[in-house]
């Protein structure tokens, strides 16, 4: 289901799953990635503009991408299992419009889903399709504080303008 | 305290249009392996065999883990010393070549445009423009953003950019 260009519906919505970050496992991301104070340390954190240790959003980031992958390969082992042939996703060029509205805490846990939010053809590549997905992550008490648009290629099952 | 922390790079000391250019971080297989597991656990991230017959032919980091690794190179070439406050959002990425095992990481940020937040004149926001390289200066990827960082004399830079918002 779902893995050819054609398949893919405008505005559908996939439920990813929940994470929840700790003291502990945001400051072992930061400390590799983003050792800046109010990642690293509570006191400091206190002090900071955030108000207490909160996650480097690369770590937010990263957590929704590790969901997303996951339920695609879930929905391909499915598929896979019902004999349907598994169409190779990618390369993907980037992303946009990525916002961390807000901090994301120790002890918050943060639910992701994912929409379907643009569907592009391109004349001179007819044989895939872009696909635009919107990212979103939300707090326990519903706040956004994550948001992207990833831009990812997508095989047709026919090519554009083949019949 | 109060001293050091003024000392360090505020506001004022970043310079409009002067690219900084920063580095390095090697990037190394177990690393690849160990972030995509963790968090893009796809074949050409995890699987050096799959890898070779995927659409990027050969193993490469997670464009996420780009991410994170521009992130530190960024940090330790920029932020350290630097009154950062954070950024809120990233306008923009491209991943234009794949990081490899073995790559150098090397990064070349310039400021494009700075100002100081009439409501917050202790917060300025510096717009950006990063470049990542390899060893071999192959732009690898892009990267547009903005971050706060604190302002040493809110009064002078509020007059200085004539109160924008």
Redesign the interface.
Known sequence: MSTYFEDLELGRVTELGSFAFTAKNIKEFAA?????P?HMDEEAAKS???GALCA???QT???Y??LN??AR?KREAEARARGEEIA?W????????????KPVFAGDTVTYRQTIAELTNFKNRPERGLLVTRGEGFNQHGQLVYEVSVSILVPRRVPLGAS | MATDARAKRHYEDIVVGAPYEYGAYPVTKEEIFAFAHAYDPQPHHIDEEAAKLSLVKGLCASGWHSCAMFMRLFYDGMLADAASMGGPAIDQVKWLKPVRPGHVLKARSTCVEKRVMRSRPGVGICKMQHEMFNQDDELLMTMENAFFIAVRNPSAAARETGGAA
């Open positions: 590799k990635y983003d050792p800046q109010f900071s503009i955030f480097s959003g690369w980031a990263s957590v991408t590790g992958i996951r390969q190779r990618g390369p993907s060029p980037g992303f946009k419009d990525l916002k961390w509205p």
